[in-house]
C-alpha cells in the first residue's frame, strides 16, 4: 500500500495550489460581501484545463480520476478561496460525470468540450421543495410529446449558480411512480438547456458563499429534445449515482480542505497572539483542540482517497464515499469552529477570515445528504442493519 501522491497527482496538487494563490483573502472577501461570481476564478481554471480533469481526451479533458478531481478540490478549498471558489468549479467536476459514463458520441461531442473550456456553465437540478434527501419522490414531469421530445414542468430548489448556468442536468420523472415496479425506475436524466423563457430562477438569500449563488427554479412548459435525454429513459436515478458518489467525495474532500485552511490560519495566529505576556499557543487548552482537528482531518482525507480509488477502480465506492462526505464535513465544521475560538474576538471578525470558512463549512454538512442520512445508509450498508428511512 502507497499513501504518496504520484508525481503527476503532486503536479497537480502543486499547480493548484499555485493558481488559487493568485486569488487572496482581499478577493474572497470582496466577493463575499457583493455576491458578484467570481468569474476571473472560473475563466483562470479553465484556462489552464482544470475543468475537464475527469473528463475524456479525445474532448479536450485530461481523462484523470476522482482521484486526482479530489486532491484538486482540497487544494482549492485550503486556499484563500474556500468553499466559494471550491463551488464555483464543483458543478463542472462532478455534475456532467453521467454524460461521461453514458452519454452518446454525439452528446459528449456536443455538451464536453464547452465545458471544459469554460464557455458553458451547468447547474445541478435535483433537489425539489417536497423532494429533498428523497430524491425518488421528486414530482418534476417530463411528458413525452407525439414527435418523441419533452415538455417538462416542475420545481427545483438549491440549484446551485442557477444565475450564471446555461444547462442544467435535470432529473424528471418520466413514468409515474404507480406504474413502476421499484420507486427508482421511472426517473430520467436529460442535459439540456436553461432558457429563460420557460424557466424562472430565483435567487435564495443564504448563510454563507454568497458568491456562488444558490436558487428556487420554476419550470414552465420547458421543450426538451429527444436528443438530450442521457440513455435510456427511465433510468436517471441509476445514471445520477455516477454524479452523487464522486460528488461526496469531493464534498467531503473540500471541507478537509476548509478545515486545514481554518486550522493552518488558527494555528499561526496561536504562535503570534500574546496574551498574558506569551504566545496563547503555549496553553495546552488551545493547543489541543487544535491537534485533534489536525488528526481528524488527516484521518478523513485517508478515507476520501480510499473512496476516490475504489470509484476509479469500479469497485463498490457508495458506503465509503457517503463515510468521506460525513467525516470531511464534521471534522473540517469542528476545525473551523475551533479556529474561530483560537482567535478571540477577532475569530468574529471578517479580516480573519475564519468566520467566513465557519458559515461556509455548513454545507459540506447539510449538502449534498445530511448527516443523519448518511449515518442510515452506513448502518445499513456496512453493518448489515435494516434500512430505516
Ligand atoms: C448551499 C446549498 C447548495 C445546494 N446545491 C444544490 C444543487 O446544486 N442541486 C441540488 O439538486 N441540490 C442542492 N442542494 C440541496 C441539498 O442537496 C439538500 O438540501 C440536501 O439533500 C437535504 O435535503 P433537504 O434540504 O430537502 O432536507 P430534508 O429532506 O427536508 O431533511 C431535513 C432534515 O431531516 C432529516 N431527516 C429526514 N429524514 C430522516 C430520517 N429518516 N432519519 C433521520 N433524519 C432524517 C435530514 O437529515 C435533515 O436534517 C444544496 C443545498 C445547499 C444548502
Redesign the pocket.
Known amino acids: 500500500m502507497d499513501f504518496t501522491l504520484t508525481e503527476e497527482q503532486e503536479a497537480i496538487r502543486e499547480n493548484v495550489a499555485r493558481l488559487c494563490s493568485g486569488f487572496d483573502d482581499q478577493f474572497w472577501l470582496e466577493t463575499d460581501r457583493t455576491g458578484n461570481f467570481p468569474f476571473e476564478f472560473h475563466s483562470a481554471m479553465a484556462a489552464d484545463g482544470w475543468l475537464g480533469i475527469t473528463m475524456p481526451e479525445e474532448y479536450g479533458g485530461a481523462g484523470l480520476g476522482v482521484t486526482e478531481a479530489a486532491i484538486m478540490m482540497h487544494e482549492v478549498a485550503k486556499s484563500s478561496g474556500g468553499m466559494s471558489a471550491a ?1 464555483a468549479i464543483h ?1 463542472n467536476i462532478f ?1 456532467p460525470h453521467p454524460i461521461v459514463v453514458f452519454g452518446n458520441d454525439e452528446q459528449k461531442n456536443r455538451w464536453l468540450p464547452p465545458l471544459i473550456k469554460g464557455e458553458v456553465k451547468t ?7 417536497n ?4 430524491t425518488t419522490a421528486l414530482e418534476t414531469r417530463a411528458e413525452k410529446t407525439a414527435n418523441g421530445d419533452y415538455l417538462v414542468n416542475g420545481r ?7 444565475q450564471e448556468a446555461d444547462k442544467i442536468m435535470l ?1 424528471a420523472r418520466t413514468t409515474p411512480k404507480e406504474k413502476c415496479k421499484k420507486v427508482t425506475d421511472g426517473l430520467s436524466l436529460f442535459y439540456t438547456d436553461l432558457n429563460r423563457d420557460f424557466v424562472d430562477v430565483r435567487i ?1 438569500d ?4 454568497k458568491a ?1 449563488d ?1 436558487n428556487e427554479v420554476f419550470i414552465d412548459n420547458l421543450p426538451v429534445p429527444k436528443e438530450d435525454l442521457i440513455g435510456e429513459e427511465g433510468k436517471g436515478f441509476h445514471y445520477i449515482l455516477h454524479s452523487l458518489n464522486p460528488e461526496r467525495v469531493l464534498v467531503g474532500m473540500e471541507g478537509i480542505g476548509l478545515g486545514m485552511n481554518a486550522l493552518q490560519r488558527a494555528a499561526k495566529y496561536a504562535r503570534e497572539r500574546e496574551v498574558f505576556g506569551r504566545p496563547i499557543g503555549k496553553n495546552q487548552a488551545i493547543q489541543h483542540p487544535l491537534a485533534e482537528n489536525w488528526m481528524e482531518l488527516e484521518a478523513a482525507y485517508l478515507m476520501a482517497m480510499k473512496a476516490a480509488a475504489n470509484y476509479d477502480a469500479g469497485l463498490e465506492s457508495g458506503v465509503y464515499a457517503n463515510a468521506a462526505k460525513w467525516l470531511g464535513g464534521e471534522a473540517g465544521f469542528k476545525a473551523c469552529t475551533q479556529a474561530v475560538m483560537t482567535h478571540g474576538g477577532m475569530g468574529y471578525a471578517k479580516e480573519f477570515v475564519v468566520e467566513r470558512l465557519m458559515r461556509e463549512v ?2 459540506c454538512r ?8 448518511v ?2 445508509y452506513v448502518a445499513e450498508k456496512a453493518l448489515g442493519m435494516p434500512k ?2
Do not use: H
Open positions: 463551488s458543478i455534475g447547474c445541478f437540478g435535483v433537489t425539489e421543495p423532494a429533498g434527501l428523497n427545483k430548489i438549491w440549484t446551485t449558480t442557477g432529473l435564495i443564504k448563510m454563507g458563499r456562488v444558490s455548513m454545507i447539510i449538502a449534498p445528504v445530511s448527516p443523519q442520512l449515518l442510515c430505516s428511512y
